[in-house]
């Protein structure tokens, strides 16, 4: 018999470890290609096209898939090569050299790339149409094209490529330094104890109460908390989970009677711990990122809806621009009557309430309004002093985003003039989103009394650019989107606006609310779909482990039944082992989720829409995973009983 028939039967023996590794790995690369095909189309990134509201939500996914594509595939490698650690010891035993055995493990790791990345592009390729079908159809971006993009196909062959080249080099490695004694034995052994210590596991509790204390206490006021916080606890964690030995010896000796009537268990668990501690700590994680992230694509829905209000107090506004300007030519502005709007409004069943006009003036980078226009039309009650402005920073501080430049003190403004600077004192500083977002007004805003305004309006060398804001509200605004592109369309018609001409874009409330809701609905089915691998990629992890376990653990289950353990008794000791490794990083997720959820939403006025979203989302999370911790726990369950020959009968055949 050669090395090749050995091989070839080898490979029919472990033929399912094969399916499962390409399954893992093509299952992660079409996932990979759908996200990166969506970033690659031209018409979904071009802004004039497509909202970056909408589309900026597909980069974080990306960059995540990317990250984790170069963990999961080394460590299903990794676990596979350890699986077949025993064949390379039989193979070197019966004669094979060191150079044979990795160049066969290297022939049959690049034949698995290769198969992956083939199977892996074809189902991405159906995907990424999925996905962009949803975006149009069902988001209702409407104007992209179903495209497949050749630098989607280069960008994904190189990155899992150089992923699957360093893995196999790193895994090479890790056999040469191994004997012929350890390949073999390998699968049949627990890996080394390591030293652990319940002092550790008390530090890591610390670390975990110091990084939520400060959550609660400076989140409010620093950011930048969260990533210290969340580092104390990735910190806590892993002391926790790595010294997991000593905490059941702990138990051990406080609670012994409980520790002897679940003996089976516990000793499992001591037995095991060095490889399950790895398992608890990076499923744990995993399901954090799922927990969060998905709690984070809900409370950003009522977020941004919100804020489209709030952004958007008239439900339509735009700029009339007095004089000449360039976009516009030698040509004045033709605003819209008062009955062409009326008209148009009654046309689709709609009617206007009110009607306001607001002169402003501006520079290139400043707008100055009358005060008392503003207290008139939204009924504010501002006061400023005569040679004096008030600076106005224009936010709603609830829209989930950080404004540090409120912090910013300006003391004074000078206006140039023929005759000279002319300086203003910046009495007071207000947060008002004022008119709302409007194009053609910029970012810093002052008021100033009617003498001042109108002293800078005829005097002010920088203010050349003078305009009055139409604001519009109707009786029914969810329904005036035909109403606003209309008129869009019509003040474009009589003004040979250009297209893509921003300055004079008519903002609305309906276009603000559509594109929220687009972009909230596009961020959950992102979040829906990203998380959906990270799920499956840690029941794979469960699942190699517990294949890797398989065989001692049959000869311990079979020698149990020898001695006379009864099938319902191995099923309880399977279901406690199984329950301990499927429940405690969901467990320990779930309540971390919860702390960081409020905290994190809190200092935007969401702390308890945060927690509610975290506890739902958690309770559909956890009935997910009893219910497949259920189907596989049968699987497995039958499978033990099938392979030591278990018969209710009590007669036994060995299989």
Not at 19 to 48: E, T
Not at 81 to 88: E, F, L, N, P, W
Not at 392 to 412: A, F, K, L, R, T
Not at 531 to 560: N, P, Q, R, T, V
């Amino acid at each position: 018999m050669t090395f090749r028939s050995i091989l070839f039967k080898m490979f029919k023996a472990d033929v399912k470890k094969y399916k499962l590794f390409i399954l893992c790995n093509l299952a992660s690369i079409s996932i990979l290609y759908s996200f990166i095909s969506i970033s690659a189309n031209k018409q979904f990134m071009n802004p004039s096209i497509v909202d970056p509201m909408i589309s900026s939500n597909i980069h974080a996914p990306t960059i995540f898939v990317l990250v984790f594509m170069g963990i999961f595939i080394p460590y299903s490698q990794s676990v596979f090569i350890k699986a077949r650690q025993k064949d390379y010891g039989i193979l070197l035993s019966l004669g094979m050299t060191e150079n044979e055995v990795r160049k066969s493990v290297l022939v049959e790791n690049l034949l698995m790339c290769f198969v992956s990345l083939i199977i892996g592009l074809i189902s991405g390729t159906l995907l990424s149409l999925f996905f962009l079908a949803f975006i149009r159809d069902v988001i209702g971006i409407h104007n992209i094209d179903i495209t497949i993009s050749a630098i989607s196909y280069i960008t994904t062959t190189i990155y899992v490529f150089v992923i699957f080249i360093i893995s196999i080099i790193a895994n090479i490695y890790g056999m040469v330094k191994s004997t012929i004694y350890a390949k073999i034995k390998y699968a049949e052994k627990t890996e080394i104890r390591s030293n652990s210590s319940i002092i550790f596991c008390y530090i890591g509790i610390i670390f975990t109460i110091t990084a939520i204390i400060a959550m609660i206490l400076f989140y409010h006021t620093n950011s930048n908390i969260w990533l210290l916080s969340m580092f104390f606890c990735l910190v806590g964690s892993f002391l926790i989970f790595f010294n997991g030995e000593a905490l059941i010896e702990y138990f051990q000796n406080k609670c012994y009677k409980r520790y002897i009537n679940n003996i089976f268990l516990f000793s499992d668990l001591k037995y095991y711990y060095s490889k399950n501690k790895k398992i608890f700590f990076a499923n744990t994680w995993l399901f954090f990122q799922i927990l969060f992230f998905v709690v984070l694509s809900l409370v950003n829905y009522p977020n941004l809806i919100n804020n489209s209000i709030a952004y958007h107090p008239f439900h339509m506004a735009y700029s009339e621009i007095k004089g000449n300007f360039k976009s516009l030519g030698d040509s004045e502005f033709k605003p819209l009557t008062d009955s062409e709007v009326e008209s148009i409004a009654q046309d689709n069943n709609n009617s206007i309430i009110s009607n306001h006009a607001v002169s402003f003036i501006r520079s290139n980078a400043v707008t100055i309004f009358c005060i008392d226009d503003v207290n008139k039309v939204l009924k504010k009650n501002y006061k400023v002093q005569s040679n004096s402005l008030i600076y106005v920073h224009p936010y709603y501080m609830n829209d989930g985003y950080e404004h540090e430049d409120v912090n910013s003190n300006i003391s004074s403004i000078s206006i140039n003039s023929n005759k000279g600077a002319k300086k203003y004192i910046i009495k007071d500083t207000i947060i008002d989103p004022l008119f709302g977002q409007i194009n053609s007004i910029s970012q810093s805003i002052l008021l100033a009394d009617k003498v001042d305004f109108d002293w800078i309006k005829s005097n002010g060398i920088e203010y050349y650019l003078e305009g009055k804001l139409h604001l519009y509200n109707f009786s029914n605004w969810r329904n005036s989107n035909v109403i606003v592109n209309k008129l869009s369309n019509r003040l474009s018609e009589k003004n040979t606006v250009e297209k893509g001409d921003t300055f004079h874009k008519v903002s609305s409330r309906i276009e603000a609310y559509d594109t929220a809701l687009k972009s909230s609905n596009f961020l959950i089915f992102n979040i829906i779909y990203f998380c959906s691998l990270l799920y499956f990629a840690a029941i794979i992890m469960i699942h190699f482990k517990l294949m890797m376990e398989y065989k001692d653990e049959k000869k311990k289950y079979y020698s149990l039944y020898r001695i006379g353990t009864r099938g319902k008794e191995i099923r309880k000791m399977i279901s406690q082992k199984m329950l301990v490794i499927y429940s405690i990083p969901l467990i320990y997720a779930i309540i971390t989720n919860i702390v960081f959820s409020y905290n994190t939403f809190n200092s935007n006025g969401y702390g308890n829409t945060g927690v509610s979203f975290a506890i739902i989302t958690s309770l559909v999370l956890l009935l997910v995973h009893l219910m497949v911790y259920k189907l596989y726990f049968n699987i497995y369950y039958k499978r033990i009983i099938s392979d030591i020959g278990y018969c209710s009968n009590d007669t036994i055949f060995i299989i």
